[in-house]
């Protein structure tokens, strides 16, 4: 082969398979850095990190002191299996058995498979082939990625990045998991963070995170769950303060004066990194939620300090006093569910926001795909998700392109009608022409209304304009423009066949613009109404303040005055009620004729 | 390959490789949804899936549409290597895209480590006859140093758009059973012989 050995290895990893395994077996650390670690590199190291992770499951098991790390192991394939919705269903299965032949067949296979290579075409090129495929399952989706980019155990930066959350909420996916599970199930749970779940258990979870599973948490209790969240927090490397911070929190957290415990806390909240930042107020947010159900899960402040301060790596001190002082710290803390990105299966979403929302989603999820295989986490699975992935993102920008082609189509549409109409309307009204000065129009009347001078009338004129204005502009920016006053039904028909694509849109916007109009129009009339009613109110009034101005004298009593004053006020209140109410009437009407035009247009439409 | 339930029609991955401009995406997006799209607008990478009939036999197309631009090779390599068939692009009215090929057909022999790779060079645009810049022998001449076939097509008449594809997938699928024919025959194509071919190193 004229081709340089490092990539023919990297395709063939048995190739030197023996002699790699000699050179490489004492470099025990594989950077995932720019010099680039070959797919070979990284099966060789698996076949030794398999062992080596067995010893590190054992040791876990050994920390914790409970079950053995080996039950863990053997229960893993079938549970694997279990608790994926995923779709590599057989895998798991083969990978037990052939994990248990692989170590005695060990060296063997692998002097076959260095044959096998060299001489390509060979008749024992089948059987060979066989275990190379066998090989290639096993190695290369079972453990790799656990050890190269896992999620617990690293710094919380890393954690992050190679658990990550693709909604933009930059906190590893197992921690939001277990904290919206327990916020979904286990805040009425007795003792919850007391109480631990069975080591064997959340190792598995543990893993199954690790290798990028999918993991449902449904399927496990709140015990475990719990357990689990509190041995990611407990493996970060350093506490959630900050090993500088941590002493200042601490000193901060034993001030007796609460307001001024309150004050430090806060600042020091602040001068967290971000990543930290967040962490520390999903977890106080949560577990201050959970003390919030203290009669049902009696777990007092107290006692959810005192079981997550080592967790934590803090006092019980500090950790009361976070929860104490929670709402003041994390005002702004939401604990938003977190929505996986979708799965060919799944069906995507028509609004275009929740498209461009996906579509970063999935982007995120690709990226980082690419980047855990360019260290080497290559599979078939991994390569199926990758195209599958690419698959949604090819689809999503599709179906965007055309939802944002048939907008452009259609708003060109109503320019044209727009233009007709305008044209046919010349000389009316000057607030015809374009929506954006019917839509000034009712504000500007308003303020008109300001000017004038003040009464209890005039507010009730400012009221009903404010939300005249309101809904055309809210109604008239959802179909973005164009306001055709006399926009029926019946001239949008012979046009709309043109395009067929269009017509249910165009139908539905046209209704919609025909019924805005009706609504405009009728408060138009209506605010013309009111404003005649307020000279002939405000004349009345001025008369009326006619007679305390002139009869200054004792003529006519204050107590006059104010009885004539607040009759008034009634009589002023009564109307404004009256107003309000032929609005809501008119409204009304606009809606009914808005169902029958409706009604009329799709009969057109079918016929 | 094989992996999926039996259930399931086959699936054959197909990969478009070319540099910028050469018309990966309208000769995807032709085959696909028999639409030719006018305005140039720079693939990162697209993947598409469809259900076809190949010589009466239901299978699914994979299809991805990589970048021709060099700023993203960085993920090619990851596509590249889960490719089972590749079409390899150039347009015939510029010179430096039939250049570029060489460049391509290796590093996909790079990644995939095998010559017999199924792999198609692919003249498009071969509606624009009198901008021709790449004669059909120089191609074909290449094509049968390499000893892959060349095929001249047009995404804008859909000249051979389908040919192309098809041929390809004839020959992901005539590979494949070449390999369960050696894997003691547990394929499922088992029965589609005829279109076997021999393969000697």
Same mark, same amino acid.
């Given at each position: 082969?004229?081709?340089?050995?490092?990539?023919?290895?990297?395709?063939?990893?048995?190739?030197?398979?023996?002699?790699?395994?000699?050179?490489?077996?004492?470099?025990?650390?594989?950077?995932?850095?720019?010099?680039?670690?070959?797919?070979?590199?990284?099966?060789?190291?698996?076949?030794?990190?398999?062992?080596?992770?067995?010893?590190?499951?054992?040791?876990?098991?050994?920390?914790?002191?409970?079950?053995?790390?080996?039950?863990?192991?053997?229960?893993?394939?079938?549970?694997?299996?279990?608790?994926?919705?995923?779709?590599?269903?057989?895998?798991?299965?083969?990978?037990?058995?052939?994990?248990?032949?692989?170590?005695?067949?060990?060296?063997?296979?692998?002097?076959?498979?260095?044959?096998?290579?060299?001489?390509?075409?060979?008749?024992?090129?089948?059987?060979?082939?066989?275990?190379?495929?066998?090989?290639?399952?096993?190695?290369?989706?079972?453990?790799?990625?656990?050890?190269?980019?896992?999620?617990?155990?690293?710094?919380?930066?890393?954690?992050?990045?190679?658990?990550?959350?693709?909604?933009?909420?930059?906190?590893?996916?197992?921690?939001?998991?277990?904290?919206?599970?327990?916020?979904?199930?286990?805040?009425?749970?007795?003792?919850?963070?007391?109480?631990?779940?069975?080591?064997?258990?959340?190792?598995?979870?543990?893993?199954?995170?690790?290798?990028?599973?999918?993991?449902?948490?449904?399927?496990?209790?709140?015990?475990?769950?719990?357990?689990?969240?509190?041995?990611?927090?407990?493996?970060?490397?350093?506490?959630?303060?900050?090993?500088?911070?941590?002493?200042?929190?601490?000193?901060?957290?034993?001030?007796?004066?609460?307001?001024?415990?309150?004050?430090?806390?806060?600042?020091?909240?602040?001068?967290?990194?971000?990543?930290?930042?967040?962490?520390?107020?999903?977890?106080?947010?949560?577990?201050?939620?959970?003390?919030?159900?203290?009669?049902?899960?009696?777990?007092?402040?107290?006692?959810?300090?005192?079981?997550?301060?080592?967790?934590?790596?803090?006092?019980?001190?500090?950790?009361?006093?976070?929860?104490?002082?929670?709402?003041?710290?994390?005002?702004?803390?939401?604990?938003?569910?977190?929505?996986?990105?979708?799965?060919?299966?799944?069906?995507?979403?028509?609004?275009?926001?929740?498209?461009?929302?996906?579509?970063?989603?999935?982007?995120?999820?690709?990226?980082?795909?690419?980047?855990?295989?360019?260290?080497?986490?290559?599979?078939?699975?991994?390569?199926?998700?990758?195209?599958?992935?690419?698959?949604?993102?090819?689809?999503?920008?599709?179906?965007?392109?055309?939802?944002?082609?048939?907008?452009?189509?259609?708003?060109?549409?109503?320019?044209?009608?727009?233009?007709?109409?305008?044209?046919?309307?010349?000389?009316?009204?000057?607030?015809?022409?374009?929506?954006?000065?019917?839509?000034?129009?009712?504000?500007?009347?308003?303020?008109?209304?300001?000017?004038?001078?003040?009464?209890?009338?005039?507010?009730?004129?400012?009221?009903?304009?404010?939300?005249?204005?309101?809904?055309?502009?809210?109604?008239?920016?959802?179909?973005?423009?164009?306001?055709?006053?006399?926009?029926?039904?019946?001239?949008?028909?012979?046009?709309?066949?043109?395009?067929?694509?269009?017509?249910?849109?165009?139908?539905?916007?046209?209704?919609?613009?025909?019924?805005?109009?009706?609504?405009?129009?009728?408060?138009?009339?209506?605010?013309?109404?009111?404003?005649?009613?307020?000279?002939?109110?405000?004349?009345?009034?001025?008369?009326?303040?006619?007679?305390?101005?002139?009869?200054?004298?004792?003529?006519?009593?204050?107590?006059?005055?104010?009885?004539?004053?607040?009759?008034?006020?009634?009589?002023?209140?009564?109307?404004?009620?009256?107003?309000?109410?032929?609005?809501?009437?008119?409204?009304?009407?606009?809606?009914?004729?808005?169902?029958?035009?409706?009604?009329?247009?799709?009969?057109?439409?079918?016929? | 390959?094989?992996?999926?339930?039996?259930?399931?029609?086959?699936?054959?991955?197909?990969?478009?490789?070319?540099?910028?401009?050469?018309?990966?995406?309208?000769?995807?997006?032709?085959?696909?949804?028999?639409?030719?799209?006018?305005?140039?607008?720079?693939?990162?990478?697209?993947?598409?899936?469809?259900?076809?009939?190949?010589?009466?036999?239901?299978?699914?197309?994979?299809?991805?549409?990589?970048?021709?631009?060099?700023?993203?090779?960085?993920?090619?390599?990851?596509?590249?290597?889960?490719?089972?068939?590749?079409?390899?692009?150039?347009?015939? =009215?510029?010179?430096?895209?039939?250049?570029?090929?060489? @460049?391509?057909?290796?590093? !996909?022999?790079?990644? +995939?480590?095998? *010559? #017999?790779?199924?792999?198609?060079?692919?003249?498009?645009?071969?509606?624009?006859?009198?901008?021709?810049?790449?004669?059909?022998?120089?191609?074909?001449?290449?094509?049968?140093?390499?000893?892959?076939?060349?095929?001249?097509?047009?995404?804008? =008449?859909?000249?051979?758009?389908?040919?192309?594809?098809? @041929?390809?997938?004839?020959? !992901?699928?005539?590979? +494949?059973?070449? *390999? #369960?024919?050696?894997?003691?025959?547990?394929?499922?194509?088992?029965?589609?012989?005829?279109?076997?071919?021999?393969?000697?190193?």
């Amino acid at each position: 082969m004229d081709f340089e050995s490092p990539d023919v290895m990297k395709d063939f990893p048995g190739l030197y398979a023996s002699d790699i395994h000699k050179t490489k077996s004492n470099d025990p650390e594989y950077s995932d850095d720019a010099e680039k670690v070959t797919k070979k590199d990284i099966l060789i190291g698996k076949r030794k990190d398999k062992k080596d992770k067995k010893d590190k499951e054992r040791g876990y098991a050994a920390l914790e002191g409970e079950s053995s790390a080996e039950e863990s192991y053997e229960v893993s394939p079938s549970k694997s299996k279990k608790s994926k919705s995923f779709k590599f269903p057989t895998k798991s299965k083969e990978k037990r058995e052939k994990s248990r032949e692989k170590d005695k067949e060990f060296t063997e296979k692998k002097k076959e498979k260095d044959k096998r290579t060299e001489k390509k075409i060979e008749k024992d090129k089948e059987k060979c082939k066989v275990e190379k495929k066998e090989k290639k399952v096993k190695s290369e989706d079972w453990c790799d990625i656990a050890e190269v980019l896992p999620i617990f155990g690293v710094n919380l930066k890393l954690a992050i990045e190679h658990g990550r959350c693709h909604d933009g909420i930059d906190l590893p996916v197992p921690v939001r998991a277990c904290i919206e599970y327990v916020e979904d199930h286990g805040l009425t749970f007795e003792n919850v963070y007391k109480v631990s779940g069975p080591k064997s258990k959340v190792l598995h979870l543990k893993k199954l995170y690790n290798q990028r599973e999918h993991v449902n948490l449904s399927d496990y209790d709140v015990p475990t769950v719990t357990s689990l969240l509190k041995m990611f927090l407990r493996d970060l490397p350093e506490p959630v303060f900050t090993a500088d911070l941590l002493i200042r929190f601490e000193e901060a957290g034993a001030i007796l004066n609460v307001a001024v415990r309150e004050k430090h806390l806060k600042i020091l909240v602040g001068n967290l990194p971000e990543t930290n930042r967040l962490l520390l107020s999903w977890i106080t947010v949560h577990l201050y939620n959970v003390t919030l159900n203290e009669r049902l899960n009696k777990m007092s402040p107290q006692n959810i300090a005192l079981c997550l301060s080592s967790t934590l790596q803090t006092s019980q001190r500090l950790l009361s006093s976070l929860l104490f002082h929670c709402p003041a710290l994390f005002p702004n803390t939401v604990l938003e569910h977190y929505v996986y990105p979708l799965t060919s299966s799944s069906q995507l979403p028509d609004d275009p926001e929740l498209m461009e929302q996906e579509l970063l989603k999935q982007e995120s999820l690709l990226a980082q795909i690419h980047s855990e295989m360019n260290v080497g986490f290559i599979s078939k699975q991994r390569e199926e998700l990758l195209w599958e992935v690419q698959r949604i993102i090819t689809q999503l920008k599709r179906k965007l392109k055309t939802a944002n082609k048939d907008r452009e189509l259609l708003f060109e549409k109503i320019d044209e009608q727009h233009v007709e109409e305008t044209t046919e309307n010349e000389g009316e009204r000057s607030a015809t022409p374009t929506i954006s000065s019917e839509a000034e129009a009712p504000p500007s009347q308003s303020a008109e209304c300001v000017e004038e001078p003040t009464t209890v009338e005039m507010e009730v004129t400012t009221e009903i304009a404010a939300p005249v204005s309101d809904t055309n502009l809210s109604d008239s920016s959802s179909c973005e423009k164009h306001s055709v006053k006399d926009a029926e039904p019946v001239e949008v028909t012979p046009s709309a066949p043109e395009n067929k694509l269009l017509n249910n849109a165009l139908a539905i916007l046209q209704i919609k613009n025909t019924f805005l109009n009706n609504l405009k129009e009728s408060f138009l009339k209506q605010i013309e109404q009111e404003r005649a009613e307020i000279t002939t109110l405000e004349a009345q009034l001025s008369q009326k303040d006619y007679i305390p101005f002139y009869g200054d004298t004792n003529s006519v009593s204050l107590d006059e005055i104010m009885d004539l004053l607040q009759k008034e006020n009634q009589i002023l209140q009564i109307k404004k009620i009256n107003l309000v109410r032929q609005i809501m009437e008119q409204q009304e009407e606009c809606i009914d004729l808005k169902t029958k035009i409706d009604a009329c247009t799709k009969n057109v439409f079918l016929t | 390959m094989s992996k999926k339930p039996v259930t399931q029609p086959a699936l054959h991955k197909v990969i478009m490789v070319g540099s910028g401009g050469v018309g990966k995406s309208a000769l995807t997006l032709q085959f696909m949804y028999d639409e030719f799209v006018e305005d140039y607008e720079p693939t990162k990478a697209d993947s598409y899936r469809k259900k076809i009939l190949l010589d009466g036999e239901e299978v699914q197309i994979d299809i991805l549409d990589t970048a021709g631009q060099e700023d993203y090779a960085a993920i090619r390599d990851n596509y590249f290597r889960s490719g089972e068939g590749f079409l390899c692009i150039f347009s015939i =009215t510029e010179d430096e895209s039939f250049q570029a090929t060489q @460049d391509f057909r290796e590093q !996909i022999l790079r990644v +995939k480590n095998d *010559e #017999n790779i199924p792999f198609l060079l692919v003249g498009n645009k071969c509606d624009l006859e009198e901008r021709r810049k790449v004669t059909y022998q120089e191609a074909s001449d290449r094509a049968k140093q390499w000893g892959v076939t060349y095929v001249e097509t047009s995404a804008k =008449t859909r000249e051979h758009v389908d040919k192309v594809f098809f @041929d390809l997938m004839r020959e !992901i699928r005539a590979r +494949k059973m070449e *390999e #369960n024919k050696t894997n003691n025959g547990r394929g499922k194509d088992k029965n589609k012989r005829k279109k076997i071919k021999c393969v000697i190193l």
